[in-house]
């Protein structure tokens, strides 16, 4: 396998390795840091050359390593929304997170999607449980606000969770199959799926679900794929940044996701 170097401007620096990678290390992290949740690297093909190359064969080109000139192309692509070259990779991730938050994910639609199905499988006593709640924004009705903590609500939402799961487990007792007896879980338990896209859609998903307006456990999850992919198009990400999300400095924003995920 050959390695693909890259000449990098300083603001693309942390452009480490653009080598065709079919596996990775398996990487995980806890979002969430509850000590359930996870999300974890499982395959990632391609890279900032593959991007390149996609972008110009139709002059029937190829190179072997990303230059000032290619950054510049790929800078290009990005703001003016030429996207297809950035969907010849893949990325596929294993996730574990509440249900309501695999629901809000679900609906980016142009993606591979393969999940745990309660039909099947008995539901593990694993529920998401928030450290603080939040307020509902006043001014916009899908977010939420300054944050709280109350020691009864919480105690009456354990108490909640802890009546599902006992209700789930006497209908399983009684006879009552998988599949109705679920149907008394909360969207808090749970939920495990694969999820594999391209470059093009995740860094679409990254920009509508690391912003203010989503909700915060799915931000997390956000923060947390945007690292893992970093290493692997470093060029293309640092130009999404540059164009779409110019309040972050990946550079910096890099070490301190480290931080905040303990990686």
């Not at 249900?99 to 309660?118: A, C, D, K, L």
Request: hydrophobic share 40%.
């Amino acid at each position: 396998m050959t390695n693909r170097k890259v000449n990098t401007q300083n603001s693309y620096k942390s452009a480490i390795n653009t080598n065709q990678i079919a596996i990775t290390p398996r990487q995980k992290v806890d979002p969430l840091k509850d000590g359930i949740s996870s999300l974890e690297l499982i395959r990632i093909s391609g890279s900032d050359v593959d991007i390149v190359n996609a972008a110009r064969v139709s002059y029937g080109k190829v190179v072997t390593e990303v230059t000032e000139r290619d950054i510049h192309l790929i800078k290009f692509l990005i703001k003016h929304a030429h996207t297809s070259p950035f969907e010849h990779n893949q990325l596929s991730f294993r996730v574990k997170c509440p249900i309501f938050v695999g629901r809000q994910w679900m609906r980016h639609r142009m993606n591979s999607y393969n999940e745990i199905s309660y039909r099947y499988a008995k539901a593990k006593e694993e529920f998401y449980v928030p450290v603080k709640w939040r307020t509902q924004d006043k001014t916009n009705k899908q977010a939420s606000a300054k944050s709280f903590e109350n020691k009864t609500l919480k105690k009456k939402y354990l108490a909640s969770l802890e009546l599902a799961l006992k209700t789930y487990h006497e209908l399983l007792d009684t006879g009552v199959c998988r599949e109705l007896a679920r149907g008394v879980l909360p969207v808090s338990l749970y939920t495990q799926f694969i999820f594999t896209c391209n470059l093009h859609s995740l860094m679409h998903f990254i920009k509508l679900r690391w912003h203010e307006g989503a909700q915060w456990e799915i931000q997390q999850y956000a923060k947390a794929m945007l690292h893992m992919a970093f290493p692997h198009f470093p060029v293309a990400l640092t130009a999404w940044q540059e164009v779409h999300r110019p309040d972050l400095n990946l550079n910096k924003e890099i070490p301190t996701l480290k931080q905040i995920l303990d990686l």
